[in-house]
């Protein structure tokens, strides 16, 4: 009686796709940003019902400036810590990377400030330039904590150093999160902010 014995097939490793995570993220902005659009265009339409729409003080610069100044610096911090972690000076990454939790955390508490200002003469139901100016801003706050939260994810990692079995790159990725809520907010001042001044 003849036995046959089955040998396995050699299993074919396949390359692993590096841009994997990035490609997610960007799946992830493109959502998130037809949300803003559907945000932005519903303000537009809010506002050509005058009769609902009744700007009584025209919205403050005096916050949502710095606000966007403190978002745009942040960006540029958190590229150079990505600079870094290319360079493999992974210390300087990390802290580059933690100095922009901070600043980011800086942007919600001028957020507050500014909330409490708005509140003493606009709240979401004193019309609709109300509803949906809080929409728009509290929407944008939302993403901001979000980015928070995963920029803080990347900065408690164990390493940054690229691992042969793995395909994602978590501080590139956090990174493109974190630079859309910042260009977001440019569109929220200009529309929501500068726009009404002119």
Request: charged share 15%; proline share 5%.
């Amino acid at each position: 009686m003849s036995t046959t014995v089955a040998i396995p097939a050699r299993r074919e490793t396949m390359p692993l796709e590096t841009e994997r995570g990035s490609y997610g993220m960007m799946l992830t902005i493109l959502t998130e940003s037809f949300l803003f659009i559907a945000l932005f265009s519903s303000y537009f339409m809010l506002g050509s019902n005058k009769s609902r729409w009744r700007i009584e003080e025209l919205p403050t610069l005096h916050y949502a400036l710095p606000m966007l100044a403190v978002l745009l610096f942040s960006s540029m911090v958190l590229h150079w810590a990505e600079k870094q972690v290319k360079q493999q000076r992974y210390t300087a990454g990390r802290v580059g990377l933690a100095f922009t939790i901070l600043i980011g955390l800086g942007f919600l508490v001028l957020s507050a400030f500014e909330y409490r200002e708005h509140w003493q003469h606009l709240t979401p139901d004193t019309d609709s330039y109300g509803s949906i100016f809080y929409t728009i801003t509290s929407f944008h706050a939302a993403h901001v904590i979000v980015g928070l939260s995963i920029l803080a994810y990347v900065l408690f990692l164990p390493r940054y150093a690229p691992a042969a079995e793995s395909p994602y790159r978590p501080f590139h990725v956090a990174a493109m999160y974190w630079h859309f809520v910042d260009i977001v907010w440019i569109f929220v001042v200009g529309i929501l902010y500068v726009g009404p001044h002119l």
